[in-house]
């Protein structure tokens, strides 16, 4: 049996929120990244209720920070037990001055930025909790990217 592998996969794109369905999807991005011997990088897309909260003052900076690394560390804990390398990041995944920012093309904007081999990002039902984003990211990652995607 050969060594060779159809793709080389350096790293692994994973967008996250507070969804079960985006700590699914990290699942299966450090399973892809443990098989190819890549790192995974996990980015906190924040929602449009978030971005406007933190923009107008409503929310407190270190609440938006507590949450996001409370979803960093489940990343970092489910990236651990397969063994891979993890890094993060958090991006505004809607802008009230840019009309063309949204989930879908922060996830490609930053798939881009690091060179990013592949990308997996969660399918969501839309629950309407201001926390969960990625619902509607994932068709326009499998339309658009450039990568491979598995959607999970």
């Given at each position: ?34 098989e ?14 978030v ?18 690394d ?18 993060t ?23 881009e ?11 969501e ?28």
């Amino acid at each position: 049996m050969s060594d060779r592998r159809p793709m080389d996969v350096e790293l692994v794109l994973v967008p996250v929120d507070r969804s079960e369905e985006s700590a699914n999807a990290v699942e299966h991005a450090a399973a892809v990244a443990a098989e190819y011997d890549a790192a995974v990088h996990a980015v906190h897309v924040l929602g449009e209720d978030v971005v406007r909260a933190i923009e107008t003052g409503v929310v407190d900076d270190e609440d938006v920070v507590a949450d996001s690394d409370a979803i960093q560390e489940s990343a970092h804990d489910i990236a651990d037990r397969y063994g891979v390398a993890l890094s993060t990041s958090v991006a505004y995944g809607f802008s009230t001055k840019m009309k063309l920012r949204h989930p879908g093309s922060v996830v490609l904007d930053t798939a881009e930025e690091l060179d990013a081999d592949f990308i997996v990002v969660p399918r969501e039902p839309v629950s309407g909790d201001p926390g969960e984003v990625l619902a509607k990211a994932a068709e326009y990652v499998l339309l658009y990217a450039s990568q491979p995607v598995l959607s999970v």
